[in-house]
Antibody, heavy 119, light 113 residues
């Protein structure tokens, strides 16, 4: 049974970079889309992007200019960097395992971590 | 982006009764080459992450009780809970994974009447 756990700062200042890491334990770590998804009261669930285990990536066009997702299969970790954050980026951030299809659906999720953007 | 619209926003159902949740996509999520609808359903309980219930519109994830079923094709889909149990109180989301970016519905809250 795969488990995912997010880690990183819960408070980020405006204009700075949000950085989160997801550690994967159990299960297989190959042939999945390793994804980040966020949830806020105002915007609901929003897919941020994914990194495939080959290192290829895809991002939501609405965030693409500010997002970098990378994967380190040897450490069984993948990470999210979101630059130039504003209060609108305040949300619960989830890491998730996406099954391979034209685009992913998500069969395992981390517990989520609340990131607040505030000075 | 494909817009996913769920209805109702919330519903109250008596224990043991049927709950029906609707999801409509702004364009078809049916891929004609394999005749599959790229539609998933999730359940989210308070303080927990979403949990995958159904994918390909009607395929139940292993371990999901058979009182949960998905139906529909093209642009209109339904999640049915055939006999509501207390542990089914949650918010339910649909998600399309046909056209990037993957997008989610706004959610439907299911409560006990």
């Amino acid at each position: 049974q795969v488990q995912l756990q997010e880690s990183g700062p819960g408070l980020v200042k405006p204009s700075e970079t949000l950085s989160l890491t997801c550690t994967v334990s159990g299960g297989s770590s190959t042939r999945y889309y390793w994804s980040w998804i966020r949830q806020s009261p105002g915007k609901g669930l929003e897919w941020i992007g994914y990194a495939y285990d080959t290192g290829s990536t895809d991002y939501n066009p609405s965030l693409k200019s500010r997002v970098t997702i990378s994967v380190d299969t040897s450490k069984r970790q993948f990470s999210l960097k979101l630059s130039s954050v504003t209060a609108a980026d305040t949300a619960v951030y989830y890491c998730a395992r996406g099954r391979v299809a034209r685009n992913p659906f998500f069969d395992s999720w981390g517990q989520g971590t609340l990131v607040t953007v505030s000075s | 982006d494909i817009v996913m619209t769920q209805s109702p926003d919330s519903l109250s159902v008596s224990l043991g009764e049927r709950a029906t949740i609707n999801c409509k996509s702004s364009q078809s999520v049916l891929y004609s080459s394999n005749n599959k609808d790229y539609l998933a359903w999730y359940q989210q309980k308070p303080g927990q992450p979403p949990k995958l219930l159904i994918y390909w519109a009607s395929t139940r994830e292993p371990g999901v009780p058979d009182r949960f079923s998905g139906s529909g094709s093209g642009t209109e889909f339904t999640l049915t809970i055939s006999s509501l149990q207390a542990e089914d109180v949650a918010v339910y989301f649909c998600q399309q994974y046909y056209i990037p970016p993957p997008t989610f519905g706004g959610g439907t809250t299911v409560e006990i009447k």
